[in-house]
C-alpha cells in the first residue's frame, strides 16, 4: 500500500525552490553561526535590510559621492552641507513629522516661515530691539499655526484643506504687505550686531542652525516618545476614533501639534532671514514639499511605516546629501533635479516593496 | 453660494453677464479645468483619505513638461500631425509612471506623484533650460481663435471635455465602478473588480488630461511658460472644492467644473470690479474655508 509519510509530506511542502531559498539555504550551508540559520531567519535578514535600505541607500549615495566628486569629502564642505542644505529644512521637516504623526498634514509651514520672516525683518528694520524681535517673529508663526488650529479642530476641517486654506490667505498677506512681491532688504548700516547670529554665528564651534535642529529633535523626540502628550498625539494619528474614545482631548492635541509645528517654521524663517539678511516673499514655499518628501523617506525606517524624529532626520540629511553632491560632480544643474528625483524615487521604491514583502 | 457670488458680481461689475464675458471666463479657466478633471478622476478612484487616498501632484509639472515637449517639436519643424500624439504621449506615460508606482510598487500616491513631480520639473528644465519656447502652428492657431458667436474655441472645447467625462464618469457602468473603488476598495475588490485596472486608468487618464492641457497651454501662451509648477495648488483646490460643489459630497466631474467656473468668475470679477489681485488668493482662501466649513457643520447637524 503506498502511502505518505508526515516526514514526506513536509519535505514536499517546504520545498520552494525560489531564488531566495536558493541563496538562503546557500547561506545556511556555510560554517558561520552568526548568519540566519532558518528560513525564519533568513526572512527576517531581508526584512531588516530592505527596512533599512534608506539608510543604507544614504551611505552608498555618500560613499558614492566621497570617490566621485572632488571636493566632497572635506570638511568645509561637509558642513556646508550641514548648514546650508541640511539645517533649515531639517527643523521644517521636524515640525511636518508632529504632524504627520497625529494624523493630519500641514501645507502652510511655507506660511509660517514667511510670515515670521516678515514679522523679524520688519521689525528689525523698524528698529526694534533684536531679541524682541525674534520673539515676536515666532509669534507672528504661532498666530499662523493657531490659525490651522482653529480651522481643524474646532470647525473640524479636513487638514488638507485647512491649510491649503492659510497657504493661500498667507500668500495674499505676503503679497500684499510687500506691495507685490517686493523684498525687504536690510541695509547693513542699520543691522544689529547680533543680528546674523542666528543664521551664521557659532555656539562652543557648532553653528548655531545645527545647534537649534539638535535641540529641536531632542526635544521632540523626548516629546513624542517619552511624555503623555507624545502618546496622545501618536494615538490620534493611528486610531482617532480609539484615542477620542480613550479620554484624549482630541481638540487640545491637534490644536497643539499645529501651534508647535508652525513655531518651529517660525524658527526656521528667523534663520533664513538671519542668513540672508533680508525678506524675500514666498520663499518659504520650496520647504513644503522637500520636508513631506523627507518625513516620508523616514516613515521607511519605522518597523511599522509610522514617522519618526530620527527617520526624518536621515530623509532631510538624505535630500541635502543628494542636493549637494549632484552638484559638486558637475551634472547640469537641470540634470540635477532630474537626479535628485530619480534617487528618491528608487530609494521609495525599494522601501516600498520591502513594506509589501513585511505584509505578505 | 455660487448664485450669490455670481449675482453679486453682475451687480458690482457692469459687464460681468455679457457672453464675452462668461466666454472669456470659460477660455481662461480652461487649462485648470482640464487639470482639475484629472485630479477629480484619481480623486474619485483614489478614495479620499488625506494621506493614503489617490492624489496626482504632477499634474502641474506633467503640464509643463508636456507644453516643453511641445513646443521643442514645433520649434524645431515638425508639423502638428507628430507634435501633438508625442505630447500626449508624453501625458501619458507620466501618467503611466505614477500607475506604476502607485499599483506596481504599492508607493503611496501621495509620495510617488510628489517624486514623479519633481522628475517631470527636472526634464522640462532640461528641455527649456529655463526659457520660454516660442511656438507656432496652424492647429495651435486654430485652438486659439474664436469660434461661432465669437465664443472663444477654447470655451467650446472646455465644455465639451466637461460633457465628454461627466458622461463617461457619471452615466457609465466604468464610472461607477470606478467610484466603488474609491469609496470601498475592499468591498469593490470583494465584489470582483479588479482594483489595480482601475487605479491605472485614472492615473493614465489624469496623465493624458495633463498632456491635453499642455496643448491648451501652449495655444494659449504661444509657447511653453516657466511657471507651470504654480498650477498645482489651484488644481488641488478645484477638485476638492469640486466636492462641495457637487450634490453628493464627493468628487464628481460636475462638481470641479462647477469650483472651476467658481474660481473664473471670482478672478473675472475682481478684475471687473478693479479690485487689486493681491487681495484674490486670500479671498479664495477665505471663501473655501467658510464653504468648507458650513458644509462640514451642516453635515455634522444632519449625521
Redesign the interface.
Known sequence: MRYVTNEQRRRRTLFKPTPWAVVSWLIRSLPLSSLPATVQQARHLRLSLLRYSIAAALFVVFVFLALAAPGFFTASNLLNVLVNNFAILAIVSLGMTLV?CS???DLSVGTAIDISSLVFVSLVAAKWDLRAALVAGCVGAAAVGAFNAF?IAP????????T??????????Q??ASN?GQPIYLVTGAIPGDFTFVGRGSFFGIPFPLVLDAVGAVVLFLLLQRSPYGRYILALGVQPGVARYSGVRVQRVSALVYILSAIGCGVAGIILSSTVKAYVPLSGNAYL?DS??AT?IGTTLHVEGRPSVQGTLVGVLLLSVVTNGLLLIGW???????????L??LV??AS??G??LRIR | MFTSVMIYFAIAAPGFLALSNIANVLEQSAILGVLSFGMTIVFIGGGSD??TGGIDLSLANNLGLSAAVYSTLVRSGYSDAVALPLTLLTGLAVGSVNAF?VVG????P???T??????C???E??LT??TVVQATSPLLSAIADTGPFGVPNLAYFILFLAALLIFGIEHTPFGLRLYAVGAYRQAARAAGLRINRYLIATYLLSGLCGGIAATLSVALLSGSSTGSGEML?PV??AA?LGVVFSRRLVPSISGTLLSVLFIGFLINGFQLTNV?S?????????L??LV??AT??SR?GQS
Open positions: 504627520i494624523g493630519g498634514i480651522l470647525l473640524r476641517i479636513t487638514p488638507f484643506l485647512a491649503l486654506g492659510t497657504l493661500f490667505i498667507g500668500q495674499s498677506v503679497q500684499l507685490g514639499l513631506i518628501g516620508f547640469n544643474f537641470y540634470w540635477q533635479q532630474v537626479g535628485t528625483g530619480v528618491i524615487f521609495l521604491a516600498f516593496i513594506r509589501r | 488625506v494621506v508606482a510598487l504599492n508607493m503611496l501621495l509620495l510617488a510628489l517624486t514623479v513631480m519633481n522628475i520639473a527636472g526634464f528644465l532640461v533650460q529655463n495648488l488641488v483646490f476638492l487689486s493681491y487681495w484674490v488668493n486670500g479671498v479664495e482662501g477665505v473655501i474655508l468648507v466649513a462640514s457643520l455634522r
